[in-house]
């Protein structure tokens, strides 16, 4: 069920569905005139590769709403007869990401021969970037955390296999290894294969014009609870990043779906009150993805006693939720 709504009303943003994103590139090699073909289709032809030029078998080449569509045979060869009213084109495997073309003037007939090139997801390295934690306690608490990450890739202050810190009641943390003041603690890791998150074959997200980002992430955060100063750092380092291309399609992971998909994150004593948020998402030059989707809807968190706060994202990679 494709959507047009946000569950938190923002007109100039628009929803769509994902599961990951696009990735790796193509080559256009001829685009010539057949008149053997007939008026209004255009054949697409070419190979399907891995980036060091072998086969790769058992991939589908599709128009955007896989009305034609093809099979990849052993050697990496495929062809499929569009309609010359086609614009969007894309491969996909399973193993590897999937590669789209978003626009392309097939021409009536016409031959366009085309090779797509990709990875193994095996082989792609996905940044968790920026993942930040706040404490906050009526009363200085001595807190000790430890996060169940295979990858990470840097700390600060040093982790030294968990945290042990103090929090102020003033704001920030003292760290106890070394005494200092933190305002947060931060860290950041590698995974593989990073996607966005499905749920019986419906994704629950949003496609937003990014030149509506800030006013989209502001009512988000807002929305998840987080308080002027979270939300002030999260959007001054996502809110760039958003802007680097017209639209984006955007998953925020929450609680326990950080703790599955990112990093289990133990605290001691445990908190009367927490919230992880974990923004996924991909940038695109056209409002099209080719999913069905759902708007997410959030709600808020109490702030008492002991809490934690913790926020990160990282750009990924669509790979569809083809059968």
């Known amino acids: 069920m494709k959507s047009i709504f946000f569950s938190i009303a923002i007109a100039t943003s628009v929803c769509v569905n994902a599961e990951s994103i696009m990735r790796d590139y193509y080559v256009v090699v001829s685009d010539v005139f057949d008149k053997t073909l007939n008026p209004g289709t255009c054949q697409l032809v070419g190979r399907t590769l891995d980036v060091n030029e072998n086969p790769i078998a058992g991939g589908t080449v599709s128009n955007f709403d896989r009305s034609r569509s093809c099979i990849s045979d052993e050697t990496g060869r495929y062809t499929v007869l569009l309609s010359s009213m086609d614009t969007a084109v894309f491969f996909y495997h399973k193993n590897y990401g999937e590669v789209v073309i978003w626009k392309y003037n097939f021409q009536s007939q016409h031959r366009v021969e085309i090779n797509f090139i990709s990875m193994e997801y095996s082989e792609i390295l996905i940044e968790e970037e920026k993942p930040v934690i706040y404490l906050y306690a009526d009363e200085p608490t001595q807190v000790n955390l430890t996060l169940k990450h295979p990858a990470l890739t840097f700390t600060y202050p040093a982790y030294n296999n968990g945290w042990s ?139 008492s006693g002991l809490t934690l706060l913790e926020w990160g994202g990282s750009e990924i990679n669509l790979r569809s939720s083809l059968p």
């Not at 943390?173 to 933190?182: F, P, R, W």
């Not at 014009?209 to 999260?234: C, Q, R, V, Y």
Request: proline share 4%.
């Open 165 to 303: 810190v103090t929090t102020n009641t003033a704001g920030g943390l003292t760290n106890t290894a070394d005494s200092k003041n933190y305002p947060y603690l931060f860290w950041e890791g590698r995974t593989e294969n990073l996607a966005f998150k499905n749920q019986d074959g419906l994704t629950f997200g949003s496609l937003i014009k990014t030149n509506a980002g800030i006013d989209f992430l502001e009512a988000s955060l807002s929305a998840l609870g987080l308080n002027s100063t979270e939300m002030t750092d999260f959007i001054t380092y996502w809110g760039p990043r958003l802007r680097q291309k017209e639209y984006a399609f955007v998953q925020f992971l929450v609680d326990d779906e950080v703790d599955s998909k990112i990093a289990t994150l133990q605290i001691t004593p445990e908190p009367q009150n927490k919230r992880r948020v974990y923004m996924l998402f991909t940038l695109l030059d056209t409002p099209q993805v080719p999913f069905e989707f759902e708007a997410q809807q959030f709600t808020g968190f109490e702030r």
